[in-house]
């Protein structure tokens, strides 16, 4: 019976744990925390009108067919100085405040934080790089290929630079009404944003007539998407892990990057607006946050313990 009280008290912990999960990654002064929110709805239905025009054309994006993890906020200065520490990652990055974005990071070097993020925790790393430090492709069948193929992301890779859809969905789509909006503030009206110097009443941090000099802090940022992330409109630019031209079939293209930054117009914030770069490029204004595969849902955990119980009190019964 012991036991069996054991399974129940995870298996309620689990179902009062909130909506959104907080990873830790090293220990004692170089912890550091990744919360993340859930982004649910799989095989929503992609934005009709996103207007995101490249080499392919008008691109429909925000389709996701699968359930993701998204980081609420984007990675802090913190976050990259400790992850340098314990796995000698060598990342640089611009030095305002260890709770401001990291910028500067350029993608490659998100790449690498992000795969040390998994390998730290026991997964397979997310992206191929060869002993020189390059960046390759992985085969067919190692890439990631749950709602299309992904040549840049591993298949059974845990944490990930988010894609162009996953971004995209995070950011602009509310699962309550099916909608798209224009901003990731829940809203198509134009936020309010930093009237003048030292406002601390903004719906994101952009320029609304004042010069901003740097962003602020990862969690000042305004009001959250629907799905509950901060900063995705504004404070820093964030890069995606998709090229430009979406396919993420060639290792040198450039990516993209979307979302504002703070001492940017409006209209970057918008869902029309994608910009890219080289991924080798250090942008002052551009920083980046992490996805992850889903937690386990209540129901498969708690079958799980109900099969582990069952079979606890089987064995128990067949030694008797």
């Known amino acids: 019976m012991k036991t069996n009280a ?7 912990a689990f179902l009062c744990a909130p909506a959104t999960q907080a990873d830790s990654f090293g220990s004692g002064a170089t912890q550091f925390d990744i919360e993340f929110v859930e982004v649910g709805e799989a095989g929503n239905t992609a934005d009709s009108d996103d207007g995101d025009i490249n080499r392919l054309g008008i691109q429909n994006l925000g389709s996701v067919a699968y359930g993701y993890r998204i980081g609420k906020f984007e990675i802090s200065e913190d976050a990259i100085t400790k992850a340098n520490a314990l796995g000698g990652l060598g990342i640089t990055q611009d030095n305002r405040g260890v709770n401001k974005p990291a910028t500067s990071v350029n993608w490659f070097e998100a790449a690498k934080f992000v795969n040390w993020l998994n390998t730290s925790r ?4 997310a992206y191929n790089f060869d002993s020189g430090g390059n960046f390759q492709l992985w085969s067919t069948t190692e890439a990631w290929q ?9 298949k059974d890779a845990f944490y990930f630079l988010p894609s162009a859809d996953e971004w995209y969905k995070a950011a602009y789509y509310d699962p309550a009404t099916g909608l798209y909006y224009d901003y990731p503030t829940g809203s198509d009206n134009v936020p309010d944003g930093i009237d003048f110097e030292g406002d ?19 969690s000042d940022v305004g009001v959250l998407s629907p799905f509950g992330t901060a900063g995705q409109g504004g404070n820093a630019m964030e890069w995606e892990e998709t090229e430009l031209d979406l396919m993420n079939d060639a290792s040198s293209v450039e990516r993209g990057f979307r979302g504002g930054w703070w001492d940017s117009p409006e209209f970057d914030l918008r869902a029309t607006n994608r ?5 080798s490029f250090d942008i002052s204004i551009v920083g980046f ?7 386990p849902e209540p129901s498969t955990l708690l079958m799980t313990l109900g099969v582990t ?12």
């Open 122 to 125: 026991g997964h397979q790393a």
């Open 289 to 295: 946050r992490v996805a992850s595969r889903p937690i």
């Open 146 to 154: 749950l709602g299309g193929e992904n040549l840049f992301r591993h």
């Open 6 to 12: 054991t399974l129940v008290f995870f298996a309620w």
């Open 200 to 218: 601390t009443l903004f719906d994101a941090v952009f320029t609304d007539g004042a010069l901003i000099a740097d962003p602020n802090d990862v």
């Open 309 to 320: 119980g069952g079979l606890l009190v089987w064995r128990r019964r067949r030694r008797a």
């Open 275 to 279: 910009d890219s770069a080289n991924g």
